[in-house]
């Protein structure tokens, strides 16, 4: 078992920046990758940025370059850091760690919204 807890959620006026944290615990050893994905009202939930036990990296196309995933393996805790932020960024965003044999693990969730 993962226990995963988000915090930096928050109101952020266009153009700004958040930083999102997650840290896992219980059987963290055994997490192959770890990452967030986000889901706006009416949508569907989709993968934002992830990264690798080898420090591999992906991003959405609609985020790329805006925003940057990276993890603290000793902590086991991974990091969104989120600049340039548009209304359309706006959403509950979710920790997720892929654990051995592929199980997946999410937290509870955390509201960014982007507003004037």
């Known amino acids: 078992q993962v226990q995963l807890v988000e915090s930096g959620g928050g109101l952020v006026p266009p153009g700004g920046s958040l930083r999102l944290s997650c840290a896992a615990s219980?059987?963290?050893?055994?997490?192959?990758?770890m990452g967030w994905y986000r889901q706006a009202p009416g949508k569907q939930r989709e993968l934002v940025a992830d990264i690798t036990s080898g420090s591999s990296t992906r991003y959405a196309d609609s985020v790329r370059g805006r925003f940057t995933v990276s993890r603290d393996y000793a902590k086991n805790t991974v990091y969104l850091e989120m600049n340039s932020l548009k209304p359309e960024d706006t959403a509950v965003y979710y920790c997720n760690a892929l654990w051995a044999f592929g199980i997946q693990y999410w937290g509870q969730g955390t509201q960014v919204t982007v507003s004037s």
């Open positions: 219980g059987s963290a050893s055994n997490i192959k990758a």
